[in-house]
């Protein structure tokens, strides 16, 4: 039965943020999973372009030097660009998924500075990818800092999403992090 539906950019990209989350912790597609953060992304690239919101594109362009720049964004397209166009027939990729990783977590942070709003599994996301490389300031430092306070490896973070996202949504736990200062 089609249906018709009525939806907002963000709210796409929100709806193929979320998605892409889910099948990155349920271990489903890698390709998959790519192509929806990849499109998600490319939503948020679109509507914080005349912005102050921060992207990986806008730092590729702000720190690269002008001669090396269309290498580094072709390199960093290079999977997304293989598995929406297929332009060879006969070529092959090899791909490292968890390039994905930092295609969701450069969404989400778009996302949460575009929006100034957060949802559930984007917060599982943050805690994920902030245990992951607790040495990198992935996030603000009040928000770090919460997290930290939970003392999660990453090793324990993928097995409570992994089993999270195996159930209902809507049954997926709320994270105590307030996003504010």
Not at 1 to 7: F, K, R, V
Not at 77 to 102: P, V
Not at 165 to 180: A, V, Y
């Amino acid at each position: 039965m089609l249906m018709e539906i009525s939806i907002s950019s963000i709210d796409a990209a929100r709806d193929q943020l979320e998605e892409a989350i889910a099948m990155l912790f349920q271990k489903r597609s890698p390709i998959a999973t790519h192509t929806l953060a990849s499109a998600a992304r490319g939503i948020l690239i679109g509507l914080t372009k005349h912005t102050d919101v921060m992207s990986m594109s806008k730092y590729i362009e702000k720190f690269i030097p002008k001669v090396e720049r269309k290498a580094t964004i072709d390199a960093w397209h290079e999977a997304q660009n293989f598995f929406k166009h297929s332009r060879h027939k006969s070529k092959t990729l090899t791909f490292n998924s968890e390039d994905t990783e930092i295609f969701i977590l450069d969404a989400c942070l778009m996302y949460m500075c575009f929006t100034k709003k957060s949802f559930n599994s984007l917060n599982l996301f943050y805690v994920y990818m902030q245990s992951k490389y607790p040495d990198i300031p992935i996030l603000p430092d009040h928000i770090a800092q919460q997290i930290g306070d939970m003392n999660l490896d990453k090793d324990k973070c993928a097995e409570i999403f992994q089993k999270q996202f195996t159930k209902n949504q809507d049954d997926i736990f709320d994270l105590p992090i307030n996003m504010g200062q």
